[in-house]
């Protein structure tokens, strides 16, 4: 089976922008989550969604959203774009069950620069 | 909130000396354990979990953890480390629905 696809895999914007990144997930897989990866604060969770649904969320501001499509691919968007928001953007998908014994697979990750 | 630390932040290492990462957690509930591992260039793998049963769960490569819930610990272990195994280690933790992840161990080993 093919990976966790991210597009594109680098970006770079300027402040006050809005940026889109997409996430495919497995093949077979339902649920889709968002990760923020930076040297400061490591790996946090942004949000998970399931049958196009947020299921969790993570404290991010609501500048931070996404969504799912029927054929479970995904997308986030951060609005107004802040210098802070320079990150490796991780998509990880899973078989979406909801039990607790699911495995997440990650994506390369979008790395995003804001100047 | 959950959270996970790793003990160590950079380690290095002779190649066949012997390895072992820390990793403890906060949640005194049920977890699914995870490592992570991110080599240079490369995206997140998937090294073992930990679900239930035999506490010592084997990875790929030659690595295990032990899964230790009086100490809240699940310690990442290989005996002879290569020049291969240079990456960063991540430990995770699902619950609640998601992962946590501890900061991560940047291993290094010299040939």
């Known amino acids: 089976k093919a990976g966790v696809t991210q597009t594109p895999r680098y970006l770079i914007k300027t402040r006050g922008q809005q940026v889109t990144l997409s996430c495919s997930p497995i093949s077979g897989h339902r649920s889709v989550s968002w990760y923020q990866q930076t040297p400061g604060q490591g790996l946090q969770f942004l949000f998970e969604y399931f049958s196009e649904t947020q299921r969790n969320k993570g404290n991010f501001p609501g500048r931070f959203s996404g969504r799912q499509f029927s054929n479970s691919r995904s997308e986030m968007n951060v609005s107004t774009l802040e210098l802070g928001d320079s990150a490796l953007y991780l998509c990880a998908s899973s078989e979406g069950q909801g039990g607790r014994q699911e495995t997440q697979y990650f994506g390369p990750g979008t790395r995003l620069l804001v100047l | ?111």
């Open chain 2, 1 to 111: 909130a959950q959270s996970v630390s790793q003990h160590n932040h950079h380690v290095i290492l002779s190649e066949a000396a012997s390895l072992e990462l820390g990793c403890n957690y906060s949640y005194g509930g049920t977890v699914n354990l995870f490592w992570y591992v991110q080599y240079p260039g490369q995206h997140l793998q998937l090294l073992l979990k930990y679900f239930s049963g035999d506490p010592l769960v084997k990875g790929i490569k030659g690595f295990e953890a032990e899964f230790i819930k009086s100490k809240f610990s699940f310690n990442l272990r290989k005996p002879s480390v290569q020049w291969s195994d240079t990456a960063e280690y991540f430990c995770a933790v699902a619950t609640l629905g998601r992962l946590y992840f501890g900061r991560g161990t940047q291993l290094t080993v010299w040939p």
